[in-house]
């Protein structure tokens, strides 16, 4: 059973930069695609992008200019940076693996406040 | 980007119906089609996959159907626990898109 595993900052300021990491224990981690999604509170889902097996990343047209996907394979971990945050980027941000989301981890609320 | 279109909203119906919801695409995406229900709190889980793909473990009382632009999730007969979020998405392009959820109530 695959479980994954996020942490990261929860409070941030206006401008500063979003990091949050996620480790996979209990599976394969290569050969994968790693994504990650955000739910702002009380809307729809929304991906952000994707880190896929051969080592390319995909990311959404409306984060790209501000977002890295990284993997490294030796910790199991997947990584999220997100650049110049504002209050629109308060939300709940989830990783999950495969093209069809099939594991999730946890939620990590992420509040943008001065 | 490919437009997803769920419909109903929102949906409010009690235990035993058989309940519908679609989803129409901006454009043809064959079967690549996902489904995921999503109770309060909690992380989206995958029920359908390939458009009509059965998850494992998800019950067999979920079905989906389509192919194209078009896409229904029927539920056969609601239980206590289906009442929650449903979203379609997409993975046919690179860019994946979600629907924008429909809410099942109880009546």
């Known amino acids: ?114 | 980007d490919i437009q997803m279109t769920q419909s109903p909203s929102s949906l409010s119906a009690s235990v035993g119906d058989r309940v519908t919801i679609t989803c129409r695409t901006s454009q043809s995406i064959r079967d690549y089609l996902n489904w995921y229900q999503q109770k309060p709190g909690k992380a989206p889980k995958l029920l359908i996959y390939g458009a009509s793909s059965l998850q494992s473990g998800v019950p067999s009382r979920f079905s989906g159907s389509g192919s194209g632009t078009d896409f229904t999730l029927t539920i056969s007969s609601l239980q206590p626990e289906d009442f929650a979020t449903y979203y379609c998405q997409q993975n046919y392009n690179i860019v994946v898109t979600f629907g924008q959820g429909t809410r099942l109530e109880m009546k």
């Not at chain 1, 990261?8 to 996979?24: H, Q």
């Not at chain 1, 790693?34 to 992008?49: D, T, V």
């Not at chain 1, 097996?53 to 959404?60: A, D, E, F, R, V």
């Open chain 1, 1 to 114: 059973q695959v479980q994954l595993q996020q942490w990261g900052a929860g409070l941030l300021k206006p401008s500063e930069t979003l990091s949050l990491n996620c480790t996979v224990y209990g599976g394969s981690f290569s050969g994968h695609y790693w994504n990650w999604i955000r739910q702002p509170p009380g809307k729809g889902l929304e991906w952000i992008g994707e880190f896929k097996h051969g080592g390319s990343t995909n990311y959404n047209p409306s984060l790209k200019s501000r977002v890295t996907i990284s993997v490294d394979m030796s910790k199991n971990e997947i990584s999220l940076k997100l650049s110049s945050v504002t209050a629109a980027d308060t939300a709940v941000y989830y990783c999950t693996r495969g093209g069809n989301l099939v594991d999730w981890g946890q939620g990590t609320l992420v509040t943008v406040s001065s």
